[in-house]
């Protein structure tokens, strides 16, 4: 079974700040992806961004990029220029290749201070 | 295009009594996913469906809930005899046929058992 864990149940930062939230994950597979996503107050879970456990290169989408440590099995989430809407639960969620549902992470409170 | 559709958004129902969840998946979705959400917990994996297949009902906590995905397409979440503890946010997900296809989920149902 996997588990996946995020050590940091809430996170405060200022406005433009860059911060970095962890996630480390336990599995046997070696066919897997990992995935961060987004809870804002409104409940509606969006995806922020994935990477494919084969690919080497770390991914980016604008503003968010992640630090995947495969030999650590570590999954970070990093957000420059933090704004206001990023305010938000943030959920770290493993998936074994092929079609499976998602293992999620406790998640983390995010808070950006004006 | 639509997204992923539940319904009611919000349900308060007295304990004992029955309550039956609505999500109409986003369409050519074959995989359908229900997940619960506790008050400050991550997402507890309760049923998924893939196609024609038998589901996975592995998550479930106990014989007071069933899902029917009729169609392929609307899923029903039943849950009998109603207990506070069922109190939570369930949420549907659906998810494409590519391997690395993302969940996309839902606005949730807020369940509150009184």
């Known amino acids: 079974a996997q588990t996946v864990t995020q050590s940091q149940p809430e996170m405060s930062v200022q406005e433009a700040e860059t911060v970095t939230l962890s996630c480390t994950y336990d599995?046997?597979?070696?066919?897997?992806?990992l995935f961060w996503y987004k809870q804002p107050p409104s409940r509606q879970m969006i995806l922020v961004i994935r990477?494919?456990?084969?690919?080497?290169q770390n991914a980016t989408e604008n503003r968010f990029s992640v630090n995947f440590q495969k030999a650590a099995k570590s999954f970070s989430l990093k957000i420059s220029d933090s704004q206001l809407g990023d305010t938000a639960m943030y959920f770290c969620a493993f998936m074994r290749g092929g079609a499976d549902g998602l293992t999620f992470g406790k998640g983390t409170h995010l808070i950006i201070q004006p | 295009g639509a997204g992923v559709s539940q319904s009611p958004s919000n349900k308060v129902t007295e304990k004992g009594k029955d309550v039956e969840l609505r999500c109409d998946p986003i369409?050519?979705?074959?995989?359908l996913y229900w997940y619960r959400q506790s008050l400050g917990q991550g997402l507890e994996f309760l049923i998924y469906f893939q196609g024609n297949s038998a589901p996975d009902k592995s998550g479930l906590p106990s014989d007071r809930f069933s899902a029917e995905r009729t169609g392929g397409s609307v899923s029903t979440l039943t849950i009998q005899r109603t207990q506070q503890e069922d109190s939570a946010v369930y949420l549907c997900?659906?998810?494409?046929?590519?391997?690395?296809?993302?969940?996309?989920f839902g606005n949730g149902t807020r369940l509150t058992v009184t």
């Open positions: 997900a659906s998810r494409g046929t590519g391997l690395n296809s993302p969940l996309h």
């Open positions: 599995t046997s597979e070696s066919n897997y992806y």
């Open positions: 369409s050519g979705h074959t995989a």
């Open positions: 990477q494919e456990a084969y690919k080497q």
